[in-house]
């Protein structure tokens, strides 16, 4: 069998083998499976072509994330091919493995290829250009704070360039924007040159504010677990790191008060202003329904909606396995989402099964919180955003002392003012599920009192205005 890579009209992978046609031909990926888009052979020697994009969840096609696919359908071919470079992603054949990376020529994969594009954008003559960059949990998704704040710049000012940072093409970013893939020239000149610098987490690589450059840190939620410099076992040339990232920002945005003094002193971020503003990603959550996610997801009208969020754990790479949710949609007669954290996406699988889809790459959480009748989470910042809902929530902790005491340790007692059900085992899940939430009536308007009071739809026109006013 043989094997090549086609690229109009668009991207592909065309096999060629002898002998009877194949019933399937495949690539099967981590967070994407392609079926052959054609087979053909008369049973003396046959063809397939395998398409290297796919679409998710009613999105436009997009090539596939990076990553190894599994041939699946034909026997391994004889011999692999050698690294080819495509319009839009680069992709090799080994065996049974296609691997597809991102449309970086390779000539800037070095240490020394990246530093020398830093130097090139850090020291460039010129002014700053009337953009954005915008990068969300390192340029995984296009989503969170930094998705919100975009929308609504969009809206008020389409004149401004708006830059996304990716991973690679398989992210989609918002109508309008234009995606960067993290590491290239473009990737480079867009962060060096934007007038504006908007983020969720830390800025990668070497990164120095020209002249009239601002970075706003949105931050990726309210903390319950200990961040930075609060974390437990916390090395000196760690804090070193901390007090360095954090004097890159010009200004910290906060979803409440409590979040904002956490923040400040975590991130040593003592004389520079935070902005208690809600959070902009919350605000579909009071304008919004989820008719449109659900049925982008299949699930069909008047389904009960289950969303299990679990945070990631220090130790693992991968998302916890404390449920059986085949066995937990069948008790709780319920479509299970299963939502990953951010740093599962790339080292993690789909987790499978009757009426679980997985939603970890799905674009947009707010809109999976929005679909879904019931929150089943742990320690997750998603409480915190859940509950502008007003819906249900279920806290499964059967590794609480161990996470609290060993890995992160938390800012309050989560048992004590917890909103919802808090449980150990599937068993006592499922019997929370089965019983009534106005018990908890009390401890969920204490809750929202503390840490929603200014999620009120409003969150992301109040930080664009205060953006405008000071940028642009």
Avoid at 104 to 133: C, H, K, M
Avoid at 261 to 276: G, T
Avoid at 399 to 426: C, I, M
Wanted: net charge neutral; proline share 8%.
């Amino acid at each position: 069998m043989t094997a090549r890579f086609l690229t109009e009209p668009a991207p592909a992978l065309e096999l060629r083998g002898e002998g009877p046609r194949p019933e399937r031909v495949a690539l099967v990926g981590a967070r994407a499976t392609v079926e052959a888009s054609s087979i053909t052979g008369r049973g003396v020697t046959w063809r397939a072509v395998l398409p290297l994009f796919a679409a998710r969840w009613g999105g436009p096609e997009l090539p596939l994330p990076t990553g190894e696919y599994t041939l699946e359908g034909v026997e391994p071919p004889a011999h692999g091919i050698a690294l080819t470079q495509l319009s839009t992603l680069r992709a090799s054949l080994d065996g049974a493995t296609v691997r597809v990376g991102p449309p970086i020529d390779p000539a800037y994969d070095s240490g020394e290829a990246q530093d020398a594009l830093e130097r090139r954008y850090a020291t460039r003559p010129g002014g700053l250009e009337d953009a954005v960059f915008f990068e969300s949990f390192y340029g995984r998704n296009a989503s969170c704070n930094p998705l919100a704040i975009d929308r609504e710049l969009a809206r008020l000012r389409p004149d401004v360039t708006r830059y996304w940072s990716v991973v690679d093409l398989s992210v989609r970013v918002p109508d309008g924007a234009v995606p960067v893939v993290d590491g290239s020239p473009e990737w480079w000149r867009a962060r060096g040159s934007a007038r504006l610098i908007v983020v969720n987490d830390w800025l990668r690589r070497r990164f120095a504010r020209r002249p009239g450059q601002h970075v706003l840190q949105t931050w990726h939620g309210t903390p319950l677990k200990r961040l930075a410099l609060h974390r437990p076992g916390f090395a000196p040339r760690r804090a070193l790191a901390v007090a360095k990232e954090s004097r890159r920002w010009n200004a910290l945005l906060a979803q409440n008060p409590y979040g904002a003094r956490i923040l400040r002193k975590a991130y040593a971020f003592l004389s520079r202003p935070v902005w208690v503003e809600g959070y902009p990603r919350n605000d579909v959550l009071v304008t919004g329904d989820g008719s449109a996610t659900r049925a982008a997801l299949g699930i069909a009208p008047g389904e009960r909606v289950l969303l299990y969020a679990p945070t990631w754990r220090d130790d693992r790479d991968e998302m916890v396995d404390f449920l059986d949710l085949a066995a937990l949609a069948v008790a709780a007669d319920a479509v299970v989402l299963v939502r990953g954290h951010s740093r599962t996406i790339l080292p993690g699988k789909d987790a499978r099964g009757p009426r679980v889809i997985d939603v970890t790459a799905y674009p947009d959480v707010s809109q999976l919180l929005l679909a879904a009748d019931e929150l089943i989470t742990d320690y997750s910042s998603v409480m915190f955003d859940f509950s502008v809902t007003g819906k249900p929530m279920h806290f499964l902790v059967p590794d609480l002392e161990h996470f609290r005491g060993e890995l992160r340790g938390f800012y309050f007692d989560l048992p004590a003012v917890a909103p919802g059900s808090v449980v150990r085992t599937q068993e006592e899940l499922e019997h929370a599920l089965a019983a009534d939430p106005a018990q908890f009536a009390e401890k969920y308007a204490a809750w929202r009192a503390r840490f929603n009071a200014r999620d009120d739809g409003r969150a992301a026109a109040r930080v664009v205005a205060r953006v405008l006013d000071q940028l642009f």
